[in-house]
């Protein structure tokens, strides 16, 4: 499976911003979908999981800010940012798992994983 995120660049806090992950070759819906973001120096950080069974889960920082979705007609993943802060500025990651892995923050569940889109967010 390939995936293809889209949508990063630059934004002004407070603003929001849409990310994007095509997946092609399988059918999005047996997927668990992933977002992770990477700092400058800093480890990569789960951002938020949607399972193919639907439920959506949120990094504490994220929750109320953030909101992941899917549209399976179209094999994409979204990310909806909103009212984002400075210190959200990374290098975004979509991902795929297989099967259900209950530890869903550990980079180590993914299987497949997209090439990063920038995001940066200014004061």
């Known amino acids: 499976v390939q995936l293809q995120a889209s949508g990063g660049g630059l934004v002004q806090a407070g603003g929001s911003l849409r990310l994007s992950c095509a997946a092609s070759?399988?059918?999005?819906?047996?997927?668990?979908m992933g977002w992770f973001r990477q700092a400058p120096g800093k480890e990569r950080e789960f951002v938020a999981l949607s399972r193919s069974d639907g439920g959506t889960y949120y990094a504490d920082s994220m929750k109320g800010r953030f909101t992941i979705s899917r549209d399976n007609a179209v094999n994409t993943v979204y990310l909806q940012m909103n009212t984002p802060l400075p210190e959200d500025t990374a290098v975004y990651y979509c991902a795929g798992a297989l099967y259900y892995r209950r530890s869903y923050h550990s980079t180590g569940s993914y299987d497949f994983w997209g090439q990063g889109t920038q995001v940066t967010v200014s004061s």
């Open positions: 070759e399988r059918t999005l819906s047996t997927l668990d």
